[in-house]
């Protein structure tokens, strides 16, 4: 599991250019970010790391490295 | 884990639905990027919505007619009748009063109102059901319909575009050859603000008051009347995802049984991502995931009723073993395990009648 692997998924649940996002991004400040986006990066943990992210956790975490924080210290190993 | 419910049987399934479209395609308050985003991941294309005047309890109403009219059932035979919503026509009375006299009811039929949303379906056959064998009621009407289009601000677009209104009804029937029926109810207040109406009634926290509301903008930046529904998405999609799948696998090991014993899954249509991740941690599917998104988008508590009336034709015309579950508002949440013919499972109704 790497940080790198999670921006990718990042990337295509938001259907955005990987290389426009890096851990350090503040993905809420993203033109296209919309609650549709936070759906479906939710979708993805679920299914990609067996987590289940929170509204909550999506409006706390500010870049995708603390948003990675999250899913990588709940994923079941 | 409640206990199974015994020798009550289910005779029929209707829904009635407005013809006045609203089409994603058409709504304005999102970009055309923004459309075909909220159509993949929501699955809707278009719901139905009221003109303005008729209410829940038509829709109900007619739904009800239909299937009194398809069993033969006398009036004066129906011992009870449930209705649930949370846009009954007034504050006070209930408004399955107005019905019982709609449909003719006797006097002696019990009446009233149960206020759940999404989780109305299994709730609903749980609460009749075992009302008529406790009370020795032979038959009984279970209503569920909302119009949920009158609870949401236009602009809203975390809202209005996902609802479209509907009423069911549901005709049960005590019955000795009945198979059991399995119910797994669930209860979570602390996350009653994830979809809420937060002012309005005569009792309420903040009572609707003198004037007109004033607008309030919430921290998804939306500003709404506080008579308006507000839906936190992300909220609902973490508990639907992590509360929903268990709920259902706790209902096949009651009935010892496994997913792949089990005909339909019928959801309620949240929306496509939720409903194919529920699908997907449960063993269901395609064909075995009926759904109504697409034309009927999210019908709230209606939902259950309204996906097996739309896809009426796909289910088999012997019995059909089929999972019932409903999650959201409140938060509430439940599953239901029943037994179906395809002839109990009438054909969608379009109608604007008003009584």
Request: overall charge negative; hydrophobic content about 45%.
């Amino acid at each position: 599991m790497s940080i790198d692997t999670f921006i990718e998924k990042f990337a295509f649940a938001i259907e955005e250019d990987p290389a426009v996002l890096s851990a350090e991004t503040e993905y809420k400040q993203l033109p296209r970010w919309d609650s549709l986006n936070a759906l479906s990066v939710i979708a993805m943990a679920d299914a990609d790391y067996g987590v289940t992210l929170s509204g909550q956790a999506i409006s706390d975490a500010r870049t995708i490295a603390d948003l990675w924080t999250v899913v990588s210290s709940k994923a079941p190993a | 884990m409640t206990q199974p419910v015994s020798s009550v049987a289910i005779r029929a399934v209707a829904s009635a639905m407005p013809t006045r479209v609203a089409r994603t395609a058409d709504y304005t308050y999102l970009t055309p990027d923004e459309r075909a985003r909220f159509e993949k991941a929501t699955g809707i294309a278009e719901r139905r919505i009221v003109h303005p005047g008729q209410c829940a309890s038509d829709l109900c109403a007619t739904a009800a007619l239909r299937v009194l009219e398809l069993l033969k059932w006398e009036p004066a035979s129906v011992g009870a009748l449930v209705l649930i919503t949370q846009t009954g026509d007034q504050p006070v009375p209930a408004t399955s009063l107005g019905i019982q006299h709609t449909l003719r009811l006797s006097h002696t039929c019990v009446a009233f109102d149960v206020n759940l949303g999404c989780s109305s379906y299994p709730y609903g056959l749980a609460i009749v059901s075992s009302m008529m064998r406790t009370l020795g009621i032979a038959r009984a009407l279970l209503l569920i319909g909302d119009v949920s289009s009158l609870t949401c601000a236009e602009h809203d677009k975390s809202a209005w575009p996902l609802f479209g209104d509907a009423g069911s009804a549901t005709a049960l029937e005590l019955d000795d050859d009945a198979p059991p029926m399995f119910f797994d109810l669930m209860s979570d207040g602390s996350g009653k603000d994830a979809i809420i109406i937060p002012r309005g009634g005569l009792a309420s926290r903040r009572p609707a008051g003198d004037g007109p509301a004033e607008l309030e903008t919430d921290r998804d930046g939306i500003a709404r009347r506080p008579d308006q529904l507000i839906l936190r998405g992300a909220d609902i999609f973490g508990f639907a995802i992590s509360r929903v799948p268990p709920s259902i696998q706790r209902v096949m090991a009651a009935a010892g049984i496994v997913a792949e014993q089990v005909d339909f899954l019928v959801l309620h249509q949240a929306n496509k991502m939720i409903n194919d991740t529920i699908g997907r941690k449960t063993g269901f599917a395609g064909e075995r995931l009926p759904s109504s998104l697409e034309r009927c988008g999210n019908t709230s508590s209606a939902s259950i009723p309204v996906t097996l009336c739309s896809n009426a034709k796909s289910f088999s015309s012997r019995r059909n073993r089929i999972l019932l579950c409903g999650f959201g508002v409140g938060l509430s949440w439940g599953t239901a395990l029943v037994s179906l013919a395809q002839d109990v499972i009438l054909a969608s109704i379009d109608s604007d009648h008003v009584y």
